[in-house]
Structure formats: structure tokens, C-alpha cells
């Protein structure tokens, strides 16, 4: 089973490039993030033309996910299992082959004097208590997506940069590590525990051929799941070229 997760950055501008990458990486689930489309735009014929069955949540022209799969989706969740109000378009769950599968994009947080960095870590306890309720029933569980969180100073090409900046301080990475404890394991560092792979550029400042990067997309699985990771990617030649998406598409392949 080859499972990917990748913030493609608006399908409307990327879907000749999303087409052409599914043929060739060949993938049976995909979790995308940033579709920055509303479920009525959603191109969901396309996609059934290419070979997969889609779920996908969006209300406007920001945030969106979406997860494709060869098989058909079971059991649909849209946003979490517990209603909020202010949860936006980023999370949406679906039984594939026994596992819950979620494509998750976590907020930005955009500084740490902004509110939205406040809901940022809401979400991230709420994403924890979504997971630590599947795990309780028994279910199989893997989240994948944009997480916006760098783990740890290896997944930050200069920790230094960022100092006092989003995306890497403690109040956010103990959200991360609370996931973790729940019973996920990050899977792509389970397989590269020790190099230094990122999976986000920034447009500017010619930060992708620099390797300015960060480690923020992440899949995420209950321990017994990521047992079963044989080989791991980050597709690099899909940062490149006309009009790439700012991320990379991250490939976990499973064992069945």
C-alpha cells in the first residue's frame, strides 16, 4: 500500500501536474492539503477518470483537503469526530482497508503574537483527542498532511533562522510530541532517522535550490501500521519545474 501526503497548493493551479504524478508514482491513497476549492469545485470526475474514488472538504477558496484512494472510501468523516464551530476546512477522515485515514492541514500560527497561533495549538489538541479516541475503539490510525510544525532542529535547515519564529518553538512541538504519545509514530524519520530531508521551501529567496527547507509534512501512524513501512520518499522532482507547489509529495509504502 503506497500512501502519500502532499500540500499541493491549490489544485486549480497544479492539476495538470497532480495528473501527471499520480500516473508515474502510481500511489492508492493520497492525502492532499491546500485544494483551496469548495466541495462544488471540487474535480471529482477527473479524478475518477484517473483511477481514483475521492473525499475532499472545502467551504471557500482557502484551506481544503481532500484523500484519494483506489479503493472506496468507508465510513466519511467531515471536519472531527467532536463538532467545533471554528475547526475550518482541515480535516477530513475515511475507513480504507481497515484504517482510518485523515488528511490533515494544521494552521499556519503565523507569529507567535498572533491569535491564530492560539488556534493553532487548539487544533493540535483537538487533533490529539480525535486520535486518542480512534485508537481507544481499536481503530488502525494514520494522519497525514501539512502539519506546520517542524519536529525537531533536524527538520529546520537553520534552527537559528527561526528563533522566536512559528513552525518550530516548544509550545507547539509539545502539541506534536502529545500526538505522538497517544500511540503515532512519525513514520518517514522511523525510515530516515538521522538526515536531514525536508519537504518545504519558501517561493523566495531561491530557498528550494539552496535547500532552505523545513520538515513539515509529515504521515503519522499507530505503532503496529508503522511497523509495516517498508520505504519512504520525498519526491524532490515534483518541487520541480513550471509552477510547482512550495512542498513536496512525501511516499510511505506498507506492507499489506
Not at 484517473?50 to 472545502?58: D, E
Not at 480512534?134 to 506546520?148: K, P, Q, T, Y
Not at 501512524?221 to 524532490?236: E, F, H, P, S, T
Request: charged fraction near 25%.
Amino acid at each position: 500500500m503506497r500512501v502519500v501526503t502532499w500540500n499541493v497548493n491549490s489544485l486549480r493551479a497544479r492539476m495538470d501536474r497532480l495528473a501527471s504524478w499520480l500516473k508515474y508514482a502510481d500511489p492508492d491513497i493520497v492525502c492532499l492539503q491546500e485544494t483551496k476549492v469548495q466541495d462544488s469545485g471540487f474535480p471529482y470526475e477527473e479524478i475518477a477518470a484517473m483511477g481514483y474514488h475521492s473525499v475532499h472538504y472545502g467551504v471557500s477558496q482557502w484551506n481544503g483537503v481532500a484523500i484519494l484512494s483506489k479503493r472506496v472510501p468507508e465510513e466519511v468523516q467531515i471536519g472531527f469526530l467532536e463538532p467545533w464551530d471554528a475547526q475550518e476546512a482541515r480535516i477530513v477522515t475515511a475507513r480504507i482497508d481497515g484504517i482510518s485515514i485523515s488528511s490533515v492541514y494544521v494552521p499556519n500560527g503565523r507569529s507567535l503574537e498572533d491569535a491564530h497561533y492560539i488556534f493553532k495549538l487548539e487544533w493540535l489538541k483537538r487533533l490529539e483527542l480525535e486520535i486518542s479516541a480512534r485508537l481507544s475503539r481499536g481503530e488502525s490510525v494514520l494522519i497525514a498532511g501539512d502539519f506546520n510544525v517542524a519536529p525537531q532542529d533536524l527538520d529546520v535547515w537553520d534552527p537559528e533562522e527561526f528563533v522566536g519564529a512559528t513552525h518550530v518553538s516548544p509550545a507547539e512541538r509539545r502539541a506534536l510530541e502529545a500526538i505522538y504519545q497517544v500511540g503515532l509514530l512519525d513514520v518517514f524519520r522511523r525510515i530516515y532517522p538521522d538526515q536531514r530531508i525536508y519537504t518545504w521551501w519558501d517561493f523566495r529567496r531561491g530557498a528550494f535550490h539552496k535547500g532552505q527547507g523545513l520538515r513539515i509534512d509529515l504521515v503519522l501512524a499507530d505503532l503496529d501500521l508503522a511497523a509495516r513501512a517498508v520505504w519512504g520518499l520525498m519526491d524532490r522532482e515534483a518541487r520541480k519545474g513550471e509552477k510547482p507547489s512550495d512542498h513536496a509529495p512525501v511516499i510511505i509504502d506498507f506492507q499489506s
